[in-house]
C-alpha cells in the first residue's frame, strides 16, 4: 500500500535571532523600520479616501466631473486624523500597527500589558506632532522614546501572535 507525503503544520519563520531578542526593547533602527511602512499605510489610506472622493463625484455627476482639489493643509489634516485613529485602534486592541507587525513590534504598559485607548491616543497624537522624540530611542540606556517616557510605555521585539491583556 501506497502511502502519500506526511503533511507538517506550517511553522512560523522568526528572523534569525528572534528567540534571543524576544521580550527586549526595540531598537531605533526597527522603531524607524516601523515607521517607514505605517507612513507608507498611511499614504495608501489617504490617496484611497481621495480617489473614493472623487469616485463618489464622478457618479453624481459624470459630465461635469472635476478631480477635487485639496490643499496642504487640508490634506495634512486627513493624514494626521487617519494615522492618530489608526495607531490609536491598533495600539489599543493588538499593540501592532501596520509598521510594527512587519518589524516583530508591539506597544505595551511597563508590565508587557496593552494600553487603553486614552494612553494609546495621546502617544499616537504626540508621535504624530513631535515624531522626532522617536529618536530619542537611539540615546536612551532603555530604548525609550519621548512618547515612551511621557505614557510610560515601551515598544518590544514580539513575534507572537498572542494580544497581552488590556489594563488601566
Wanted: glycine letters at 10%.
Amino acid at each position: 500500500m501506497a502511502v502519500g507525503p506526511t503533511v507538517q503544520a506550517p511553522t512560523r519563520a522568526f528572523p534569525a535571532g528572534a528567540g534571543e531578542r524576544q521580550g527586549q526593547r526595540a531598537g531605533v533602527v526597527s522603531r524607524l523600520g516601523a515607521m517607514v511602512v505605517d507612513a507608507a499605510a498611511a499614504v495608501i489610506v489617504v490617496g484611497g479616501v481621495y480617489l473614493t472622493w472623487a469616485a463618489l463625484r464622478f457618479m453624481r455627476n459624470a459630465a461635469r466631473f472635476t478631480w477635487p482639489s485639496v490643499g496642504f493643509l487640508e490634506l495634512l489634516a486627513i493624514a494626521v486624523i487617519v494615522v492618530v485613529l489608526g495607531l490609536t485602534l491598533l495600539w489599543s486592541s493588538t499593540g501592532r500597527s501596520i509598521g510594527g507587525r512587519f518589524m516583530g513590534l508591539r506597544v505595551v504598559d511597563k508590565r508587557g500589558e496593552l494600553i487603553r485607548v486614552p494612553r494609546a491616543f495621546l502617544r499616537a497624537l504626540t508621535c504624530v506632532v513631535f515624531p522626532l522624540g522617536l529618536l530619542w530611542s537611539a540615546f536612551s540606556r532603555r530604548n525609550a522614546s519621548v512618547q515612551d517616557l511621557i505614557f510610560r510605555t515601551q515598544v518590544i521585539y514580539d513575534w507572537h501572535s498572542r494580544v497581552p491583556a488590556a489594563t488601566g
